[in-house]
C-alpha cells in the first residue's frame, strides 16, 4: 500500500513550526526573563526580532511577539520615576506639600551650567522644591538656547518654581579652596548666602568640593562643638533597597580618634532622619574585625566609639564589607574614605568592560548583548557614585550637598533629592541638639 499521505491540517502545522534558532531564544529569554529586567535598547532588539519571526514563522512565531511585547512593556522604566524609589500614591502625596527652596551652585562643575540648570529643571516638575538658580548672566543665555531649554525655562519662571540670581565670576574646579575669600560674588558665596539668610533651605553643588566646604565653613559655620566637618557619601549595597552612608570620604584627610566619633554621631542622625532607619549600625573601617588591629587612629578610636550610648556600635568593618549591607554608617578618616569612594567610582565601568569581553562571539553573542546591554548599564549605574547625585556636608550649620563635578540632569535631580530630603526631615534640628550636647560635653571635661 502506498504511504499515507499526510493531511492538510499536519502540513500546516509543520510549516508554521518555528525553526530551533527561535525556538531556542524563545526557550532561553522565559528561563532569564525574571532574573533579567530588559529595558531599552532590549526591548526594541526584542520588537524587531519577533517581527521578523512572525513574517518567517507564521501564527505561532506570531504569537511569540506578542507574548514578549507584553512582558517587555512591562520592563521599561522611566529613570526619573525610579530615582523617585515610590509610588504613584507617594509621589502625589509629595506633590501636595509645602516647596522648600534650594539655593543651586549654577556654575559648579564640569559641564556647568547647561546640565545643572536641565536638572534643575527636571527636578522642580518632580519634586517639592523650588529653586534659586545662581550663576552668571551670559553663561546662561548662552546655554540656553543650545540646548533648547528656554520654553521650560520660561515655564518655570512665570510658575515661581526658579528664580535666577546672577553672579560673578565663578570658583574653577582647579582653583585653591581659599580663592572663595576673594570672589565674594562668586556663585558658590552667593547661594550660601542665601541659606544663611533663610531665603533658601538648603544649597546644592557640584563645584569644587574644597572651596564648597570652605565657603560653607566661612558663610554658614559650624555647628558648635564639632570640630571638622564631614563628607558623607552613600554607597550602595548587595541590596537594591539598602545604602551605607561612608564618611568622612574627602574633607579631612588627617584625623583625631574623637573626630571619628563626631563623624559616627553625625552619621548616625543622618541615616536615620533621612534614610529612615531607625537604629543605625555603625563601624570602624578597618584591617581586621578584632578590637586589636588597626593603626594608631582606629585603636583609639575603638574604644570612644563602644563607650557611645547614642550610637549603634558594631565593631570593627572590613574594606569587603562596606558594600555587605550590615552596616548602616562607616566612619574612617578622609584620606582612606577617598581612596574608597574613587575605587568605588571605576568599578562600573570595569565590570561593564570585563563583561563585554568576555560574552561569546558571532549571531550568539550579538543577540545576548542585545538583551543584556541594558542591564549592564544599570550595573554600571547602580555602582557608580555620580549617579546617586551628591554627598552631604555633615557638621556646618545649614543642609549642603556636594555633587559629583562630572554631574548631569539626572545627578542633578537626584542631588536635590537628597537636599530636599535633609532639609524636610528635621536633620538640623536633630544636629543642634547634638551640637548642644557635645558643647556642654566638652565644657564639662
Known sequence: MPPKEPDLDSRSARRAKPSRAIRRLVIWYRRNAAVTSIVGTATSSASTAASAAASAAGSVAGSMASTAGSVLNPLVIDPLRWLQQSGGEELAAINRGERLWVAVDGMGGDHAPGPILEGCLRAV?????????????????????????????????????????????????????????????????????????????????????????????????????????AIGALFPTKDPSQQVLVLDVGANMDCKPGYLHQFALLGSIYSRDVLGVARPSVGLLNIGEEECKGNELTLKAFPLLAAERRISFKGNCEGRDVLSGAFDVVVCDGYTGNVLLKFLESVGSVLLDVLRAELPRGRRGKVGSAFLRSNLIRIKKRLDHAEHGGALLLGVNGVCVIGHGSSKALSVVSALRIAHLAASHGVMDDLHRLSAQEETATACG
Open 125 to 229: 516638575q518632580i519634586l517639592p522644591v523650588r529653586i534659586r538658580f545662581v550663576a552668571e548672566t551670559a553663561a546662561v543665555e548662552a546655554v540656553v538656547p543650545q540646548l533648547g531649554l528656554g520654553e521650560l525655562l520660561r515655564e518655570a519662571i512665570q510658575r515661581g518654581l526658579i528664580e535666577l540670581v546672577p553672579s560673578g565670576p565663578s570658583v574653577g574646579m582647579d582653583d585653591e579652596a581659599t580663592v572663595v575669600r576673594r570672589k565674594r560674588d562668586a556663585s558658590i558665596n552667593l547661594a550660601m548666602d542665601l541659606v544663611k539668610r533663610g531665603e533658601a533651605t538648603a544649597i546644592y553643588s557640584a563645584g569644587n568640593s574644597g572651596a564648597v566646604m570652605a565657603s560653607a565653613i566661612f558663610r554658614l559655620g559650624r555647628l558648635k562643638g564639632i570640630d571638622r566637618p
